[in-house]
């Protein structure tokens, strides 16, 4: 791991037109290979400061001041697999033309890369054969297709904006498996957005807290947890709840 | 993240907002009842306004252009045309207003009691409203008014058979959403009778909205009134009415066309001002509620 | 919430799939049912006799009795009704026309085709120009183009279709000269000149709503987050927006397009009588001047048949489009 940051976010501040600050001056950067974790509750911004990495903002809402620095390009996984996917196209064929735009083939190869690719996440061989559209597949199986469509632009971040909240907690689990299996194989960068500090520990070497469009605080995933600085990272870490104790073991994603 | 909100659809709750700053905040409204109120005055002074008789002949005066003596010149028989086109507002607005009371009514009531009881109720009401819905407007309006006997008492009957559908299909709509909701079902917990809540908890909540489809409505109804008269099974001559007057001055069309032409300008600018009250008034009850 | 299953769910030919489109069937034949009768009483609730406004006030007794007799109104009122439903099924008729004394199908059937094609040259005009309208409007939302466009059906709303039609034949035809005043020109390709102005009365008078629902629409697909994600994974704007955006507008520009077929004939019936053309429209206006009742109720069923058969074509086409309606289980 080299110490040369591959995405920087500099007095970052998103506003709405009716002068209403959304995102307020927010600052962090990323390393080559590293995953960091944005926490904070609903309305907290988070998402907003992805789509302003990701360079897409929402209608209505501007980037009032700062700079997002980023030396590789950048793709992102959706929360509502289902919403993410174009319901009247079959979704190998919405893969195939992401792999045809981002990756200039032919039309053909992009096809046989778009197929690989769907193999790889686990996806039924029967897509080969069949044409499948997104409401056929189950909400696993979409956000699949979502992280394979945003593999295809072959990110050197992957921007993950809650990607779990919509599913079955099964399903979860093995979504998260993926992506950390996939991070260890390609060693892209990663922001996950999260309320669930739960899975952000486990995922993030580090984490950066936000309320009401700030920071208020960030650092190693470890230190931070044991010595949260802020009443609200408590009562983050509270909102978790933890299993019943059974045989001794608590709650582990690894 | 949510993305800016789509505002085509029309607002859901509210109560009609009473202040007058709230209509001046509201530019559609206030244009709207500008263009209205013009239009109301001139129809109720009209007699005090202008020396003529709307039905009088003058064939010594007849197919004159505009001039200081007649405004919009003459027609085919020597009638003053701005004289006859507000008489004409006057026949035709009072028309259009009785006309949508009845269906109003109806209307309101079927959608809320087929969306509020569901079930057969609502089955049933709705085979009865896909039945109307598969005769084209104008078909049945056409029929039913040659049937009932042209004139005005025709016009009546028609609506009064097919103008409630609109508001029965769009409260219906919104009936069954409040059906589901939590007031709706704490209301019937307590043990309040079905009618109660149907007039006292939900008609505050569904009239709105109505009011605002009641405005476009007007719209389709002036239009239906103007095209009836102009195909000569609505208002007889020679009271006064702008379908008619549109289709006495067809055969002048290319030596003075205004005859045909401005009394269609009447519909549109009736139009225009009835879209921007129920424009504004979906506003002030959107931002209201 | 969503239910995940860990298979792929059946496609169509599963059991459920096809439930929408029984159900779609026995409504549609119910509606019909009750249009049926619907014509059936449409000739008594003439207030008075029939017959009499038929004959006019002074005709003899013995006339009277005869034209009862024509009308069928001689019969109790359920052997009128299983006579007419009995000639309805086995001919599709609705009787002789009274001044005619053809069947009422043939007429109709000999003034159909003129009418047909207008609504035809009339709805693929009205969608076309709709929406070219709605995609400059959703894609400029909120600037000056669509502030223009959004103004048409507040403006237009107050056009009688008939006066719109008077207006450009004044203007194209009178001024102009570009098209015949009215009537329909020799051959095909007179037929399809003269047809030109009163299509586009037709049109003009659907554009406002179309545009309306439309643009709605697309700003709904516009601004749902597939969009977002195609344009995250670099797809180029205008592939998005003719492939997908257009594509998940089409299915409900179709289902709008059913509702207005009703308006679409409604409008058409009254833009003939302002051109002068021998179509249905012009059948139905003879026929109430004649007092023409079996010809008035058989327009009447032909046209509510129209509505409700195409209105059932494009549900069952639409759901048949809609990947969404086969593969929920």
């Known amino acids: 791991m080299t110490i ?131 409401g056929q597949l189950s909400g696993g199986q979409c956000q699949r297709v979502v992280i394979a469509l945003a593999l295809a632009c072959k990110p050197g971040i992957l921007l993950c904006d809650e990607p779990t909240t919509a599913l079955d907690v099964t399903v979860q689990r093995q979504i998260i498996d993926t992506i950390t299996s996939l991070q260890q194989e390609l060693g892209f960068a990663m922001v996950f957005v999260t309320h669930n500090l739960a899975i952000a520990a486990n995922l993030c070497s580090r984490l950066v807290v936000m309320k009401q469009g700030r920071i208020i605080e960030q650092g190693e995933t470890h230190s931070l947890l044991r010595h949260p600085a802020e009443a609200y990272t408590q009562m983050l870490m509270d909102s978790v709840l933890p299993l019943p104790e059974l045989e001794g073991g608590g709650v582990s994603w690894k | 993240m949510n993305t800016t909100q789509i505002d085509t ?17 509201t530019p559609s409204l206030l244009i709207g009842i500008i263009m209205f109120t013009i239009l109301i005055l001139l129809a109720i002074f009209i007699p005090y306004l202008s020396p003529y008789n709307p039905t009088e002949q003058n064939l010594s005066a007849f197919l004159q252009p505009p001039s200081a003596a007649h405004w919009l010149g003459t027609d085919q028989l020597g009638r003053d045309l701005f004289t006859r086109l507000i008489y004409a507002a006057r026949t035709d607005l009072t028309i259009m207003v009785l006309a949508e009371i009845i ?36 078909l049945i309006v056409i029929i039913v008014a040659f049937a009932s006997g042209a004139g005005e008492r025709g016009i009546y009957i028609t609506f009064i058979l097919v103008g409630w559908i609109v508001f029965a299909r769009v409260v219906r709509g919104l009936s069954a959403s409040f059906r589901k909701q939590e007031w709706i079902a704490s209301a019937q917990t307590l043990g309040l009778p079905g009618h109660r809540i149907l007039l006292r908890h939900l008609l505050p909540n569904v009239l709105p909205q109505a009011v605002v489809v009641l405005m476009t409505d007007m719209i389709g109804l002036l239009v239906a009134i103007v095209t009836l008269g102009y195909l000569g099974i609505g208002i007889a001559p020679p009271t006064p009415d702008w379908g008619t007057m549109i289709a006495d001055g067809q055969p002048f069309i290319t030596t003075a066309w205004w005859l045909s032409a401005v009394p269609g300008f009447a519909v549109v600018y009736t139009g225009i001002a009835l879209s921007l009250l129920g424009d504004g008034l979906a506003d002030i009850w959107r931002r209201k509620g | 919430m969503m239910k995940s299953k860990l298979t792929l769910s059946g496609a169509a030919g599963n059991n459920g799939s096809y439930k929408w489109l029984a159900l779609a069937l026995v409504r549609a034949l119910l509606v019909i049912l009750c249009v049926m009768t619907a014509v059936f009483f449409l000739i008594r609730i003439v207030p008075g006799d029939p017959a009499k406004m038929i004959l006019g006030e002074y005709s003899t007794p013995e006339a009277l009795k005869n034209m009862h007799h024509t009308l069928g109104l001689d019969l109790s009122l359920w052997d009128q009704f299983t006579r007419f439903v009995k000639l309805l099924f086995t001919q599709g008729d609705t009787g002789n026309s009274i001044i005619a004394g053809t069947s009422t199908r043939e007429l109709i059937a000999e003034r159909a085709p003129v009418t047909l094609l207008l609504i035809v040259i009339a709805s693929v005009l009205a969608i076309i120009v709709a929406l070219l309208l709605a995609t400059v409007a959703a894609t400029h939302k909120d600037k000056l183009l669509d502030h223009l466009i959004r103004i048409i059906p507040a403006v237009t709303l107050g056009m009688p279709v008939f006066w719109v039609g008077i207006l450009f034949i004044l203007f194209f035809s009178v001024r102009l000269g570009w098209f015949p005043v009215g009537g329909i020109g020799e051959g095909w390709s007179g037929t399809l000149h003269s047809l030109v102005l009163p299509a586009v009365t037709i049109a003009f008078s659907q554009i406002p709503t179309l545009v309306r629902s439309l643009r709605a629409q697309m700003l709904e697909v516009l601004e749902s987050e597939f969009v977002v994600t195609l344009h995250a994974a670099g797809i180029p704007s205008r592939v998005i927006l003719f492939k997908h955006v257009l594509r998940n507008s089409a299915l409900p520009t179709l289902m709008l397009l059913g509702v207005n077929v009703s308006y679409l004939i409604g409008g058409t019936l009254v833009v003939e009588q302002v051109f002068g053309i021998k179509g249905i429209g012009s059948l139905l206006f003879t026929s109430i001047s004649n007092r023409d009742f079996p010809v008035i109720q058989g327009i009447a069923l032909y046209c509510a048949l129209a509505v409700v058969i195409i209105s059932l074509l494009i549900e069952i086409i639409s759901g048949w489009l809609d990947p969404r309606t086969k593969g929920k289980s």
């Open chain 1, 4 to 134: 040369q940051p591959v995405l920087e976010l500099e007095e970052l501040t998103l506003a709405a037109p009716s002068t209403e600050i959304l995102v307020n001056s927010i600052s962090f950067s990323l390393e080559r290979g590293e995953s960091l974790g944005l926490v904070g509750e609903s309305g907290s911004g988070k998402s907003l400061t992805l789509r302003a990495i990701l360079g897409l903002l929402p209608r209505g809402v501007e980037q009032t001041g700062g700079v997002v620095r980023s030396k590789v390009s950048s793709a992102m996984v959706f929360q509502d697999p289902r919403g993410a996917l174009d319901p009247l196209c079959p979704v190998v064929k919405q893969l195939t033309e992401v792999v045809y735009y981002r990756q200039r083939t032919s039309l053909k190869a992009a096809r046989r890369i778009a197929l690989e690719l769907l193999e790889r996440l686990g996806l039924p061989a029967s897509l080969k054969t069949k044409d499948r559209y997104p």
């Open chain 2, 103 to 138: 269906p109003f009514c109806t209307g309101v009531m079927l959608g809320m009691i087929s969306g509020y009881y569901g079930k057969w109720t609502d089955r049933i009401i709705a085979l009865v409203t896909d039945t109307f819905i598969a005769f084209p407007f104008y």
């Open chain 2, 9 to 25: 659809t029309l607002p859901d709750l509210g109560k009609p907002a009473s202040g007058l700053r709230r209509v001046l905040n």
